[in-house]
């Protein structure tokens, strides 16, 4: 049995390993909101967390790619997953910056 979803907050996603870099996050419902190269947080609703930069999205946005940190390879979110997502402050965003970041 899956446990239940908990609610997870930005917080919760900036306790990163030793060594991580801590960013503020900010918790995206819609998705239409998503760009290519934003760096995101994916938590599923197994509670299991992936992260990266989005490398493309649909253009009806209900599907994207990110290329997941620490060399995990590129994955496909799906909106009807139950996921959260949530991204980089965009105030904190580093335009063109091709480096990874992980959180």
Do not use: C
């Not at 030793?18 to 998705?31: N, Q, V, Y």
């Not at 139950?82 to 335009?95: I, L």
Request: proline letters at 5%; aromatic letters at 4%.
């Amino acid at each position: 049995m899956t446990p239940p979803l908990q609610q997870t907050t930005p917080d919760e996603l900036t306790q990163a390993p030793s060594g991580a870099l801590t960013t503020e996050m900010e918790r995206i419902p819609d998705w239409n909101k998503l760009t290519r190269a934003d760096e995101v947080a994916i938590r599923r609703h197994d509670g299991s967390l992936s992260s990266g930069r989005i490398d493309m999205l649909s253009m009806d946005r209900k599907v994207f790619w990110i290329i997941q940190n620490n060399g995990k390879g590129r994955t496909m979110i799906e909106k009807d997953e139950d996921t959260t997502v949530f991204r980089r402050a965009s105030g904190r965003r580093n335009e063109g910056h091709t480096e990874s970041y992980r959180i």
